[in-house]
T-cell receptor, first 112, second 111 residues
Framework: SQTIHQWPATLVQPVGSPLSLECTVE??????LYWYRQAAGRGLQLLFY??????ISSEVPQNLSASRPQDRQFILSSKKLLLSDSGFYLC???????????FGPGTRLTVT | AQSVTQPDIHITVSEGASLELRCNYS??????LFWYVQSPGQGLQLLLK??????LVQGIKGFEAEFKRSQSSFNLRKPSVHWSDAAEYFC?????????FGAGTILRVKS
């Protein structure tokens, strides 16, 4: 079975500071990787997804970016955080057309 | 653009009453459809999924959902709600390479 690691678990950052959230996956190769943000009243908003190394698709134009430097590593970044970036960030592995989704434990980000 | 709509932000039902949570999607083809539940402070738990075949699917915890192609809907139902069902429920749709979630419906159960 696969395991998804995310760190840090919680983070408090001031407005304008940079951000780097990391997600690593064990137990599978060439996974489809996804970043979601969960905010109250908005469900899970798909931010980015990647079907391979260096391949990033952005769903929401904003000040966040993502990178996939290795097969099982997915990074979410920002150069300058906004208050609106606060939320719960989830990394996921999704096996398309199989109905299998695996979510990491999440990172709670508070921008102050 | 593809979208998933859960029109009810909050729903309150009495314990023992029946429940229906609505979900509508916009997509040309028949997508893969899912319902998840999230209890406070917990992760997402898959309740059920629909790929093809019988349009009425059974899930865990006594939940079921019915796919209606003509209405582009995938509503979740339970005949008798328990207090432990109080949680937030998410409908999700798989389009191509993406899994898109609705905004969620918060279920409150009153005794």
């Amino acid at each position: 079975s696969q395991t998804i690691h995310q760190w840090p678990a919680t983070l408090v950052q001031p407005v304008g500071s940079p951000l780097s959230l990391e997600c690593t996956v064990e137990g599978t190769s060439n996974p489809n990787l996804y970043w979601y943000r969960q905010a109250a009243g908005r469900g899970l908003q798909l931010l980015f997804y990647s079907v391979g190394i260096g391949q990033i698709s952005s769903e929401v134009p904003q000040n966040l970016s993502a990178s996939r430097p290795q097969d099982r590593q997915f990074i979410l970044s920002s150069k300058k955080l906004l208050l609106s970036d606060s939320g719960f960030y989830l990394c996921a592995v999704i096996r398309l057309q199989a109905g299998e989704q695996y979510f990491g434990p999440g990172t709670r980000l508070t921008v102050t | 653009a593809q979208s998933v709509t859960q029109p009810d932000i909050h729903i309150t039902v009495s314990e023992g009453a029946s429940l229906e949570l609505r979900c509508n999607y916009s997509y040309g083809a028949t997508p893969y459809l899912f319902w998840y539940v999230q209890s406070p402070g917990q992760g997402l738990q898959l309740l059920l999924k629909y790929f093809s075949g019988d349009t009425l699917v059974q899930g865990i915890k006594g939940f079921e959902a019915e796919f209606k192609r003509s209405q582009s809907s995938f509503n979740l139902r339970k005949p008798s709600v328990h207090w432990s069902d109080a949680a937030e429920y998410f409908c999700a749709v798989e389009y191509g390479n993406k899994l898109v979630f609705g905004a969620g419906t918060i279920l409150r159960v009153k005794s």
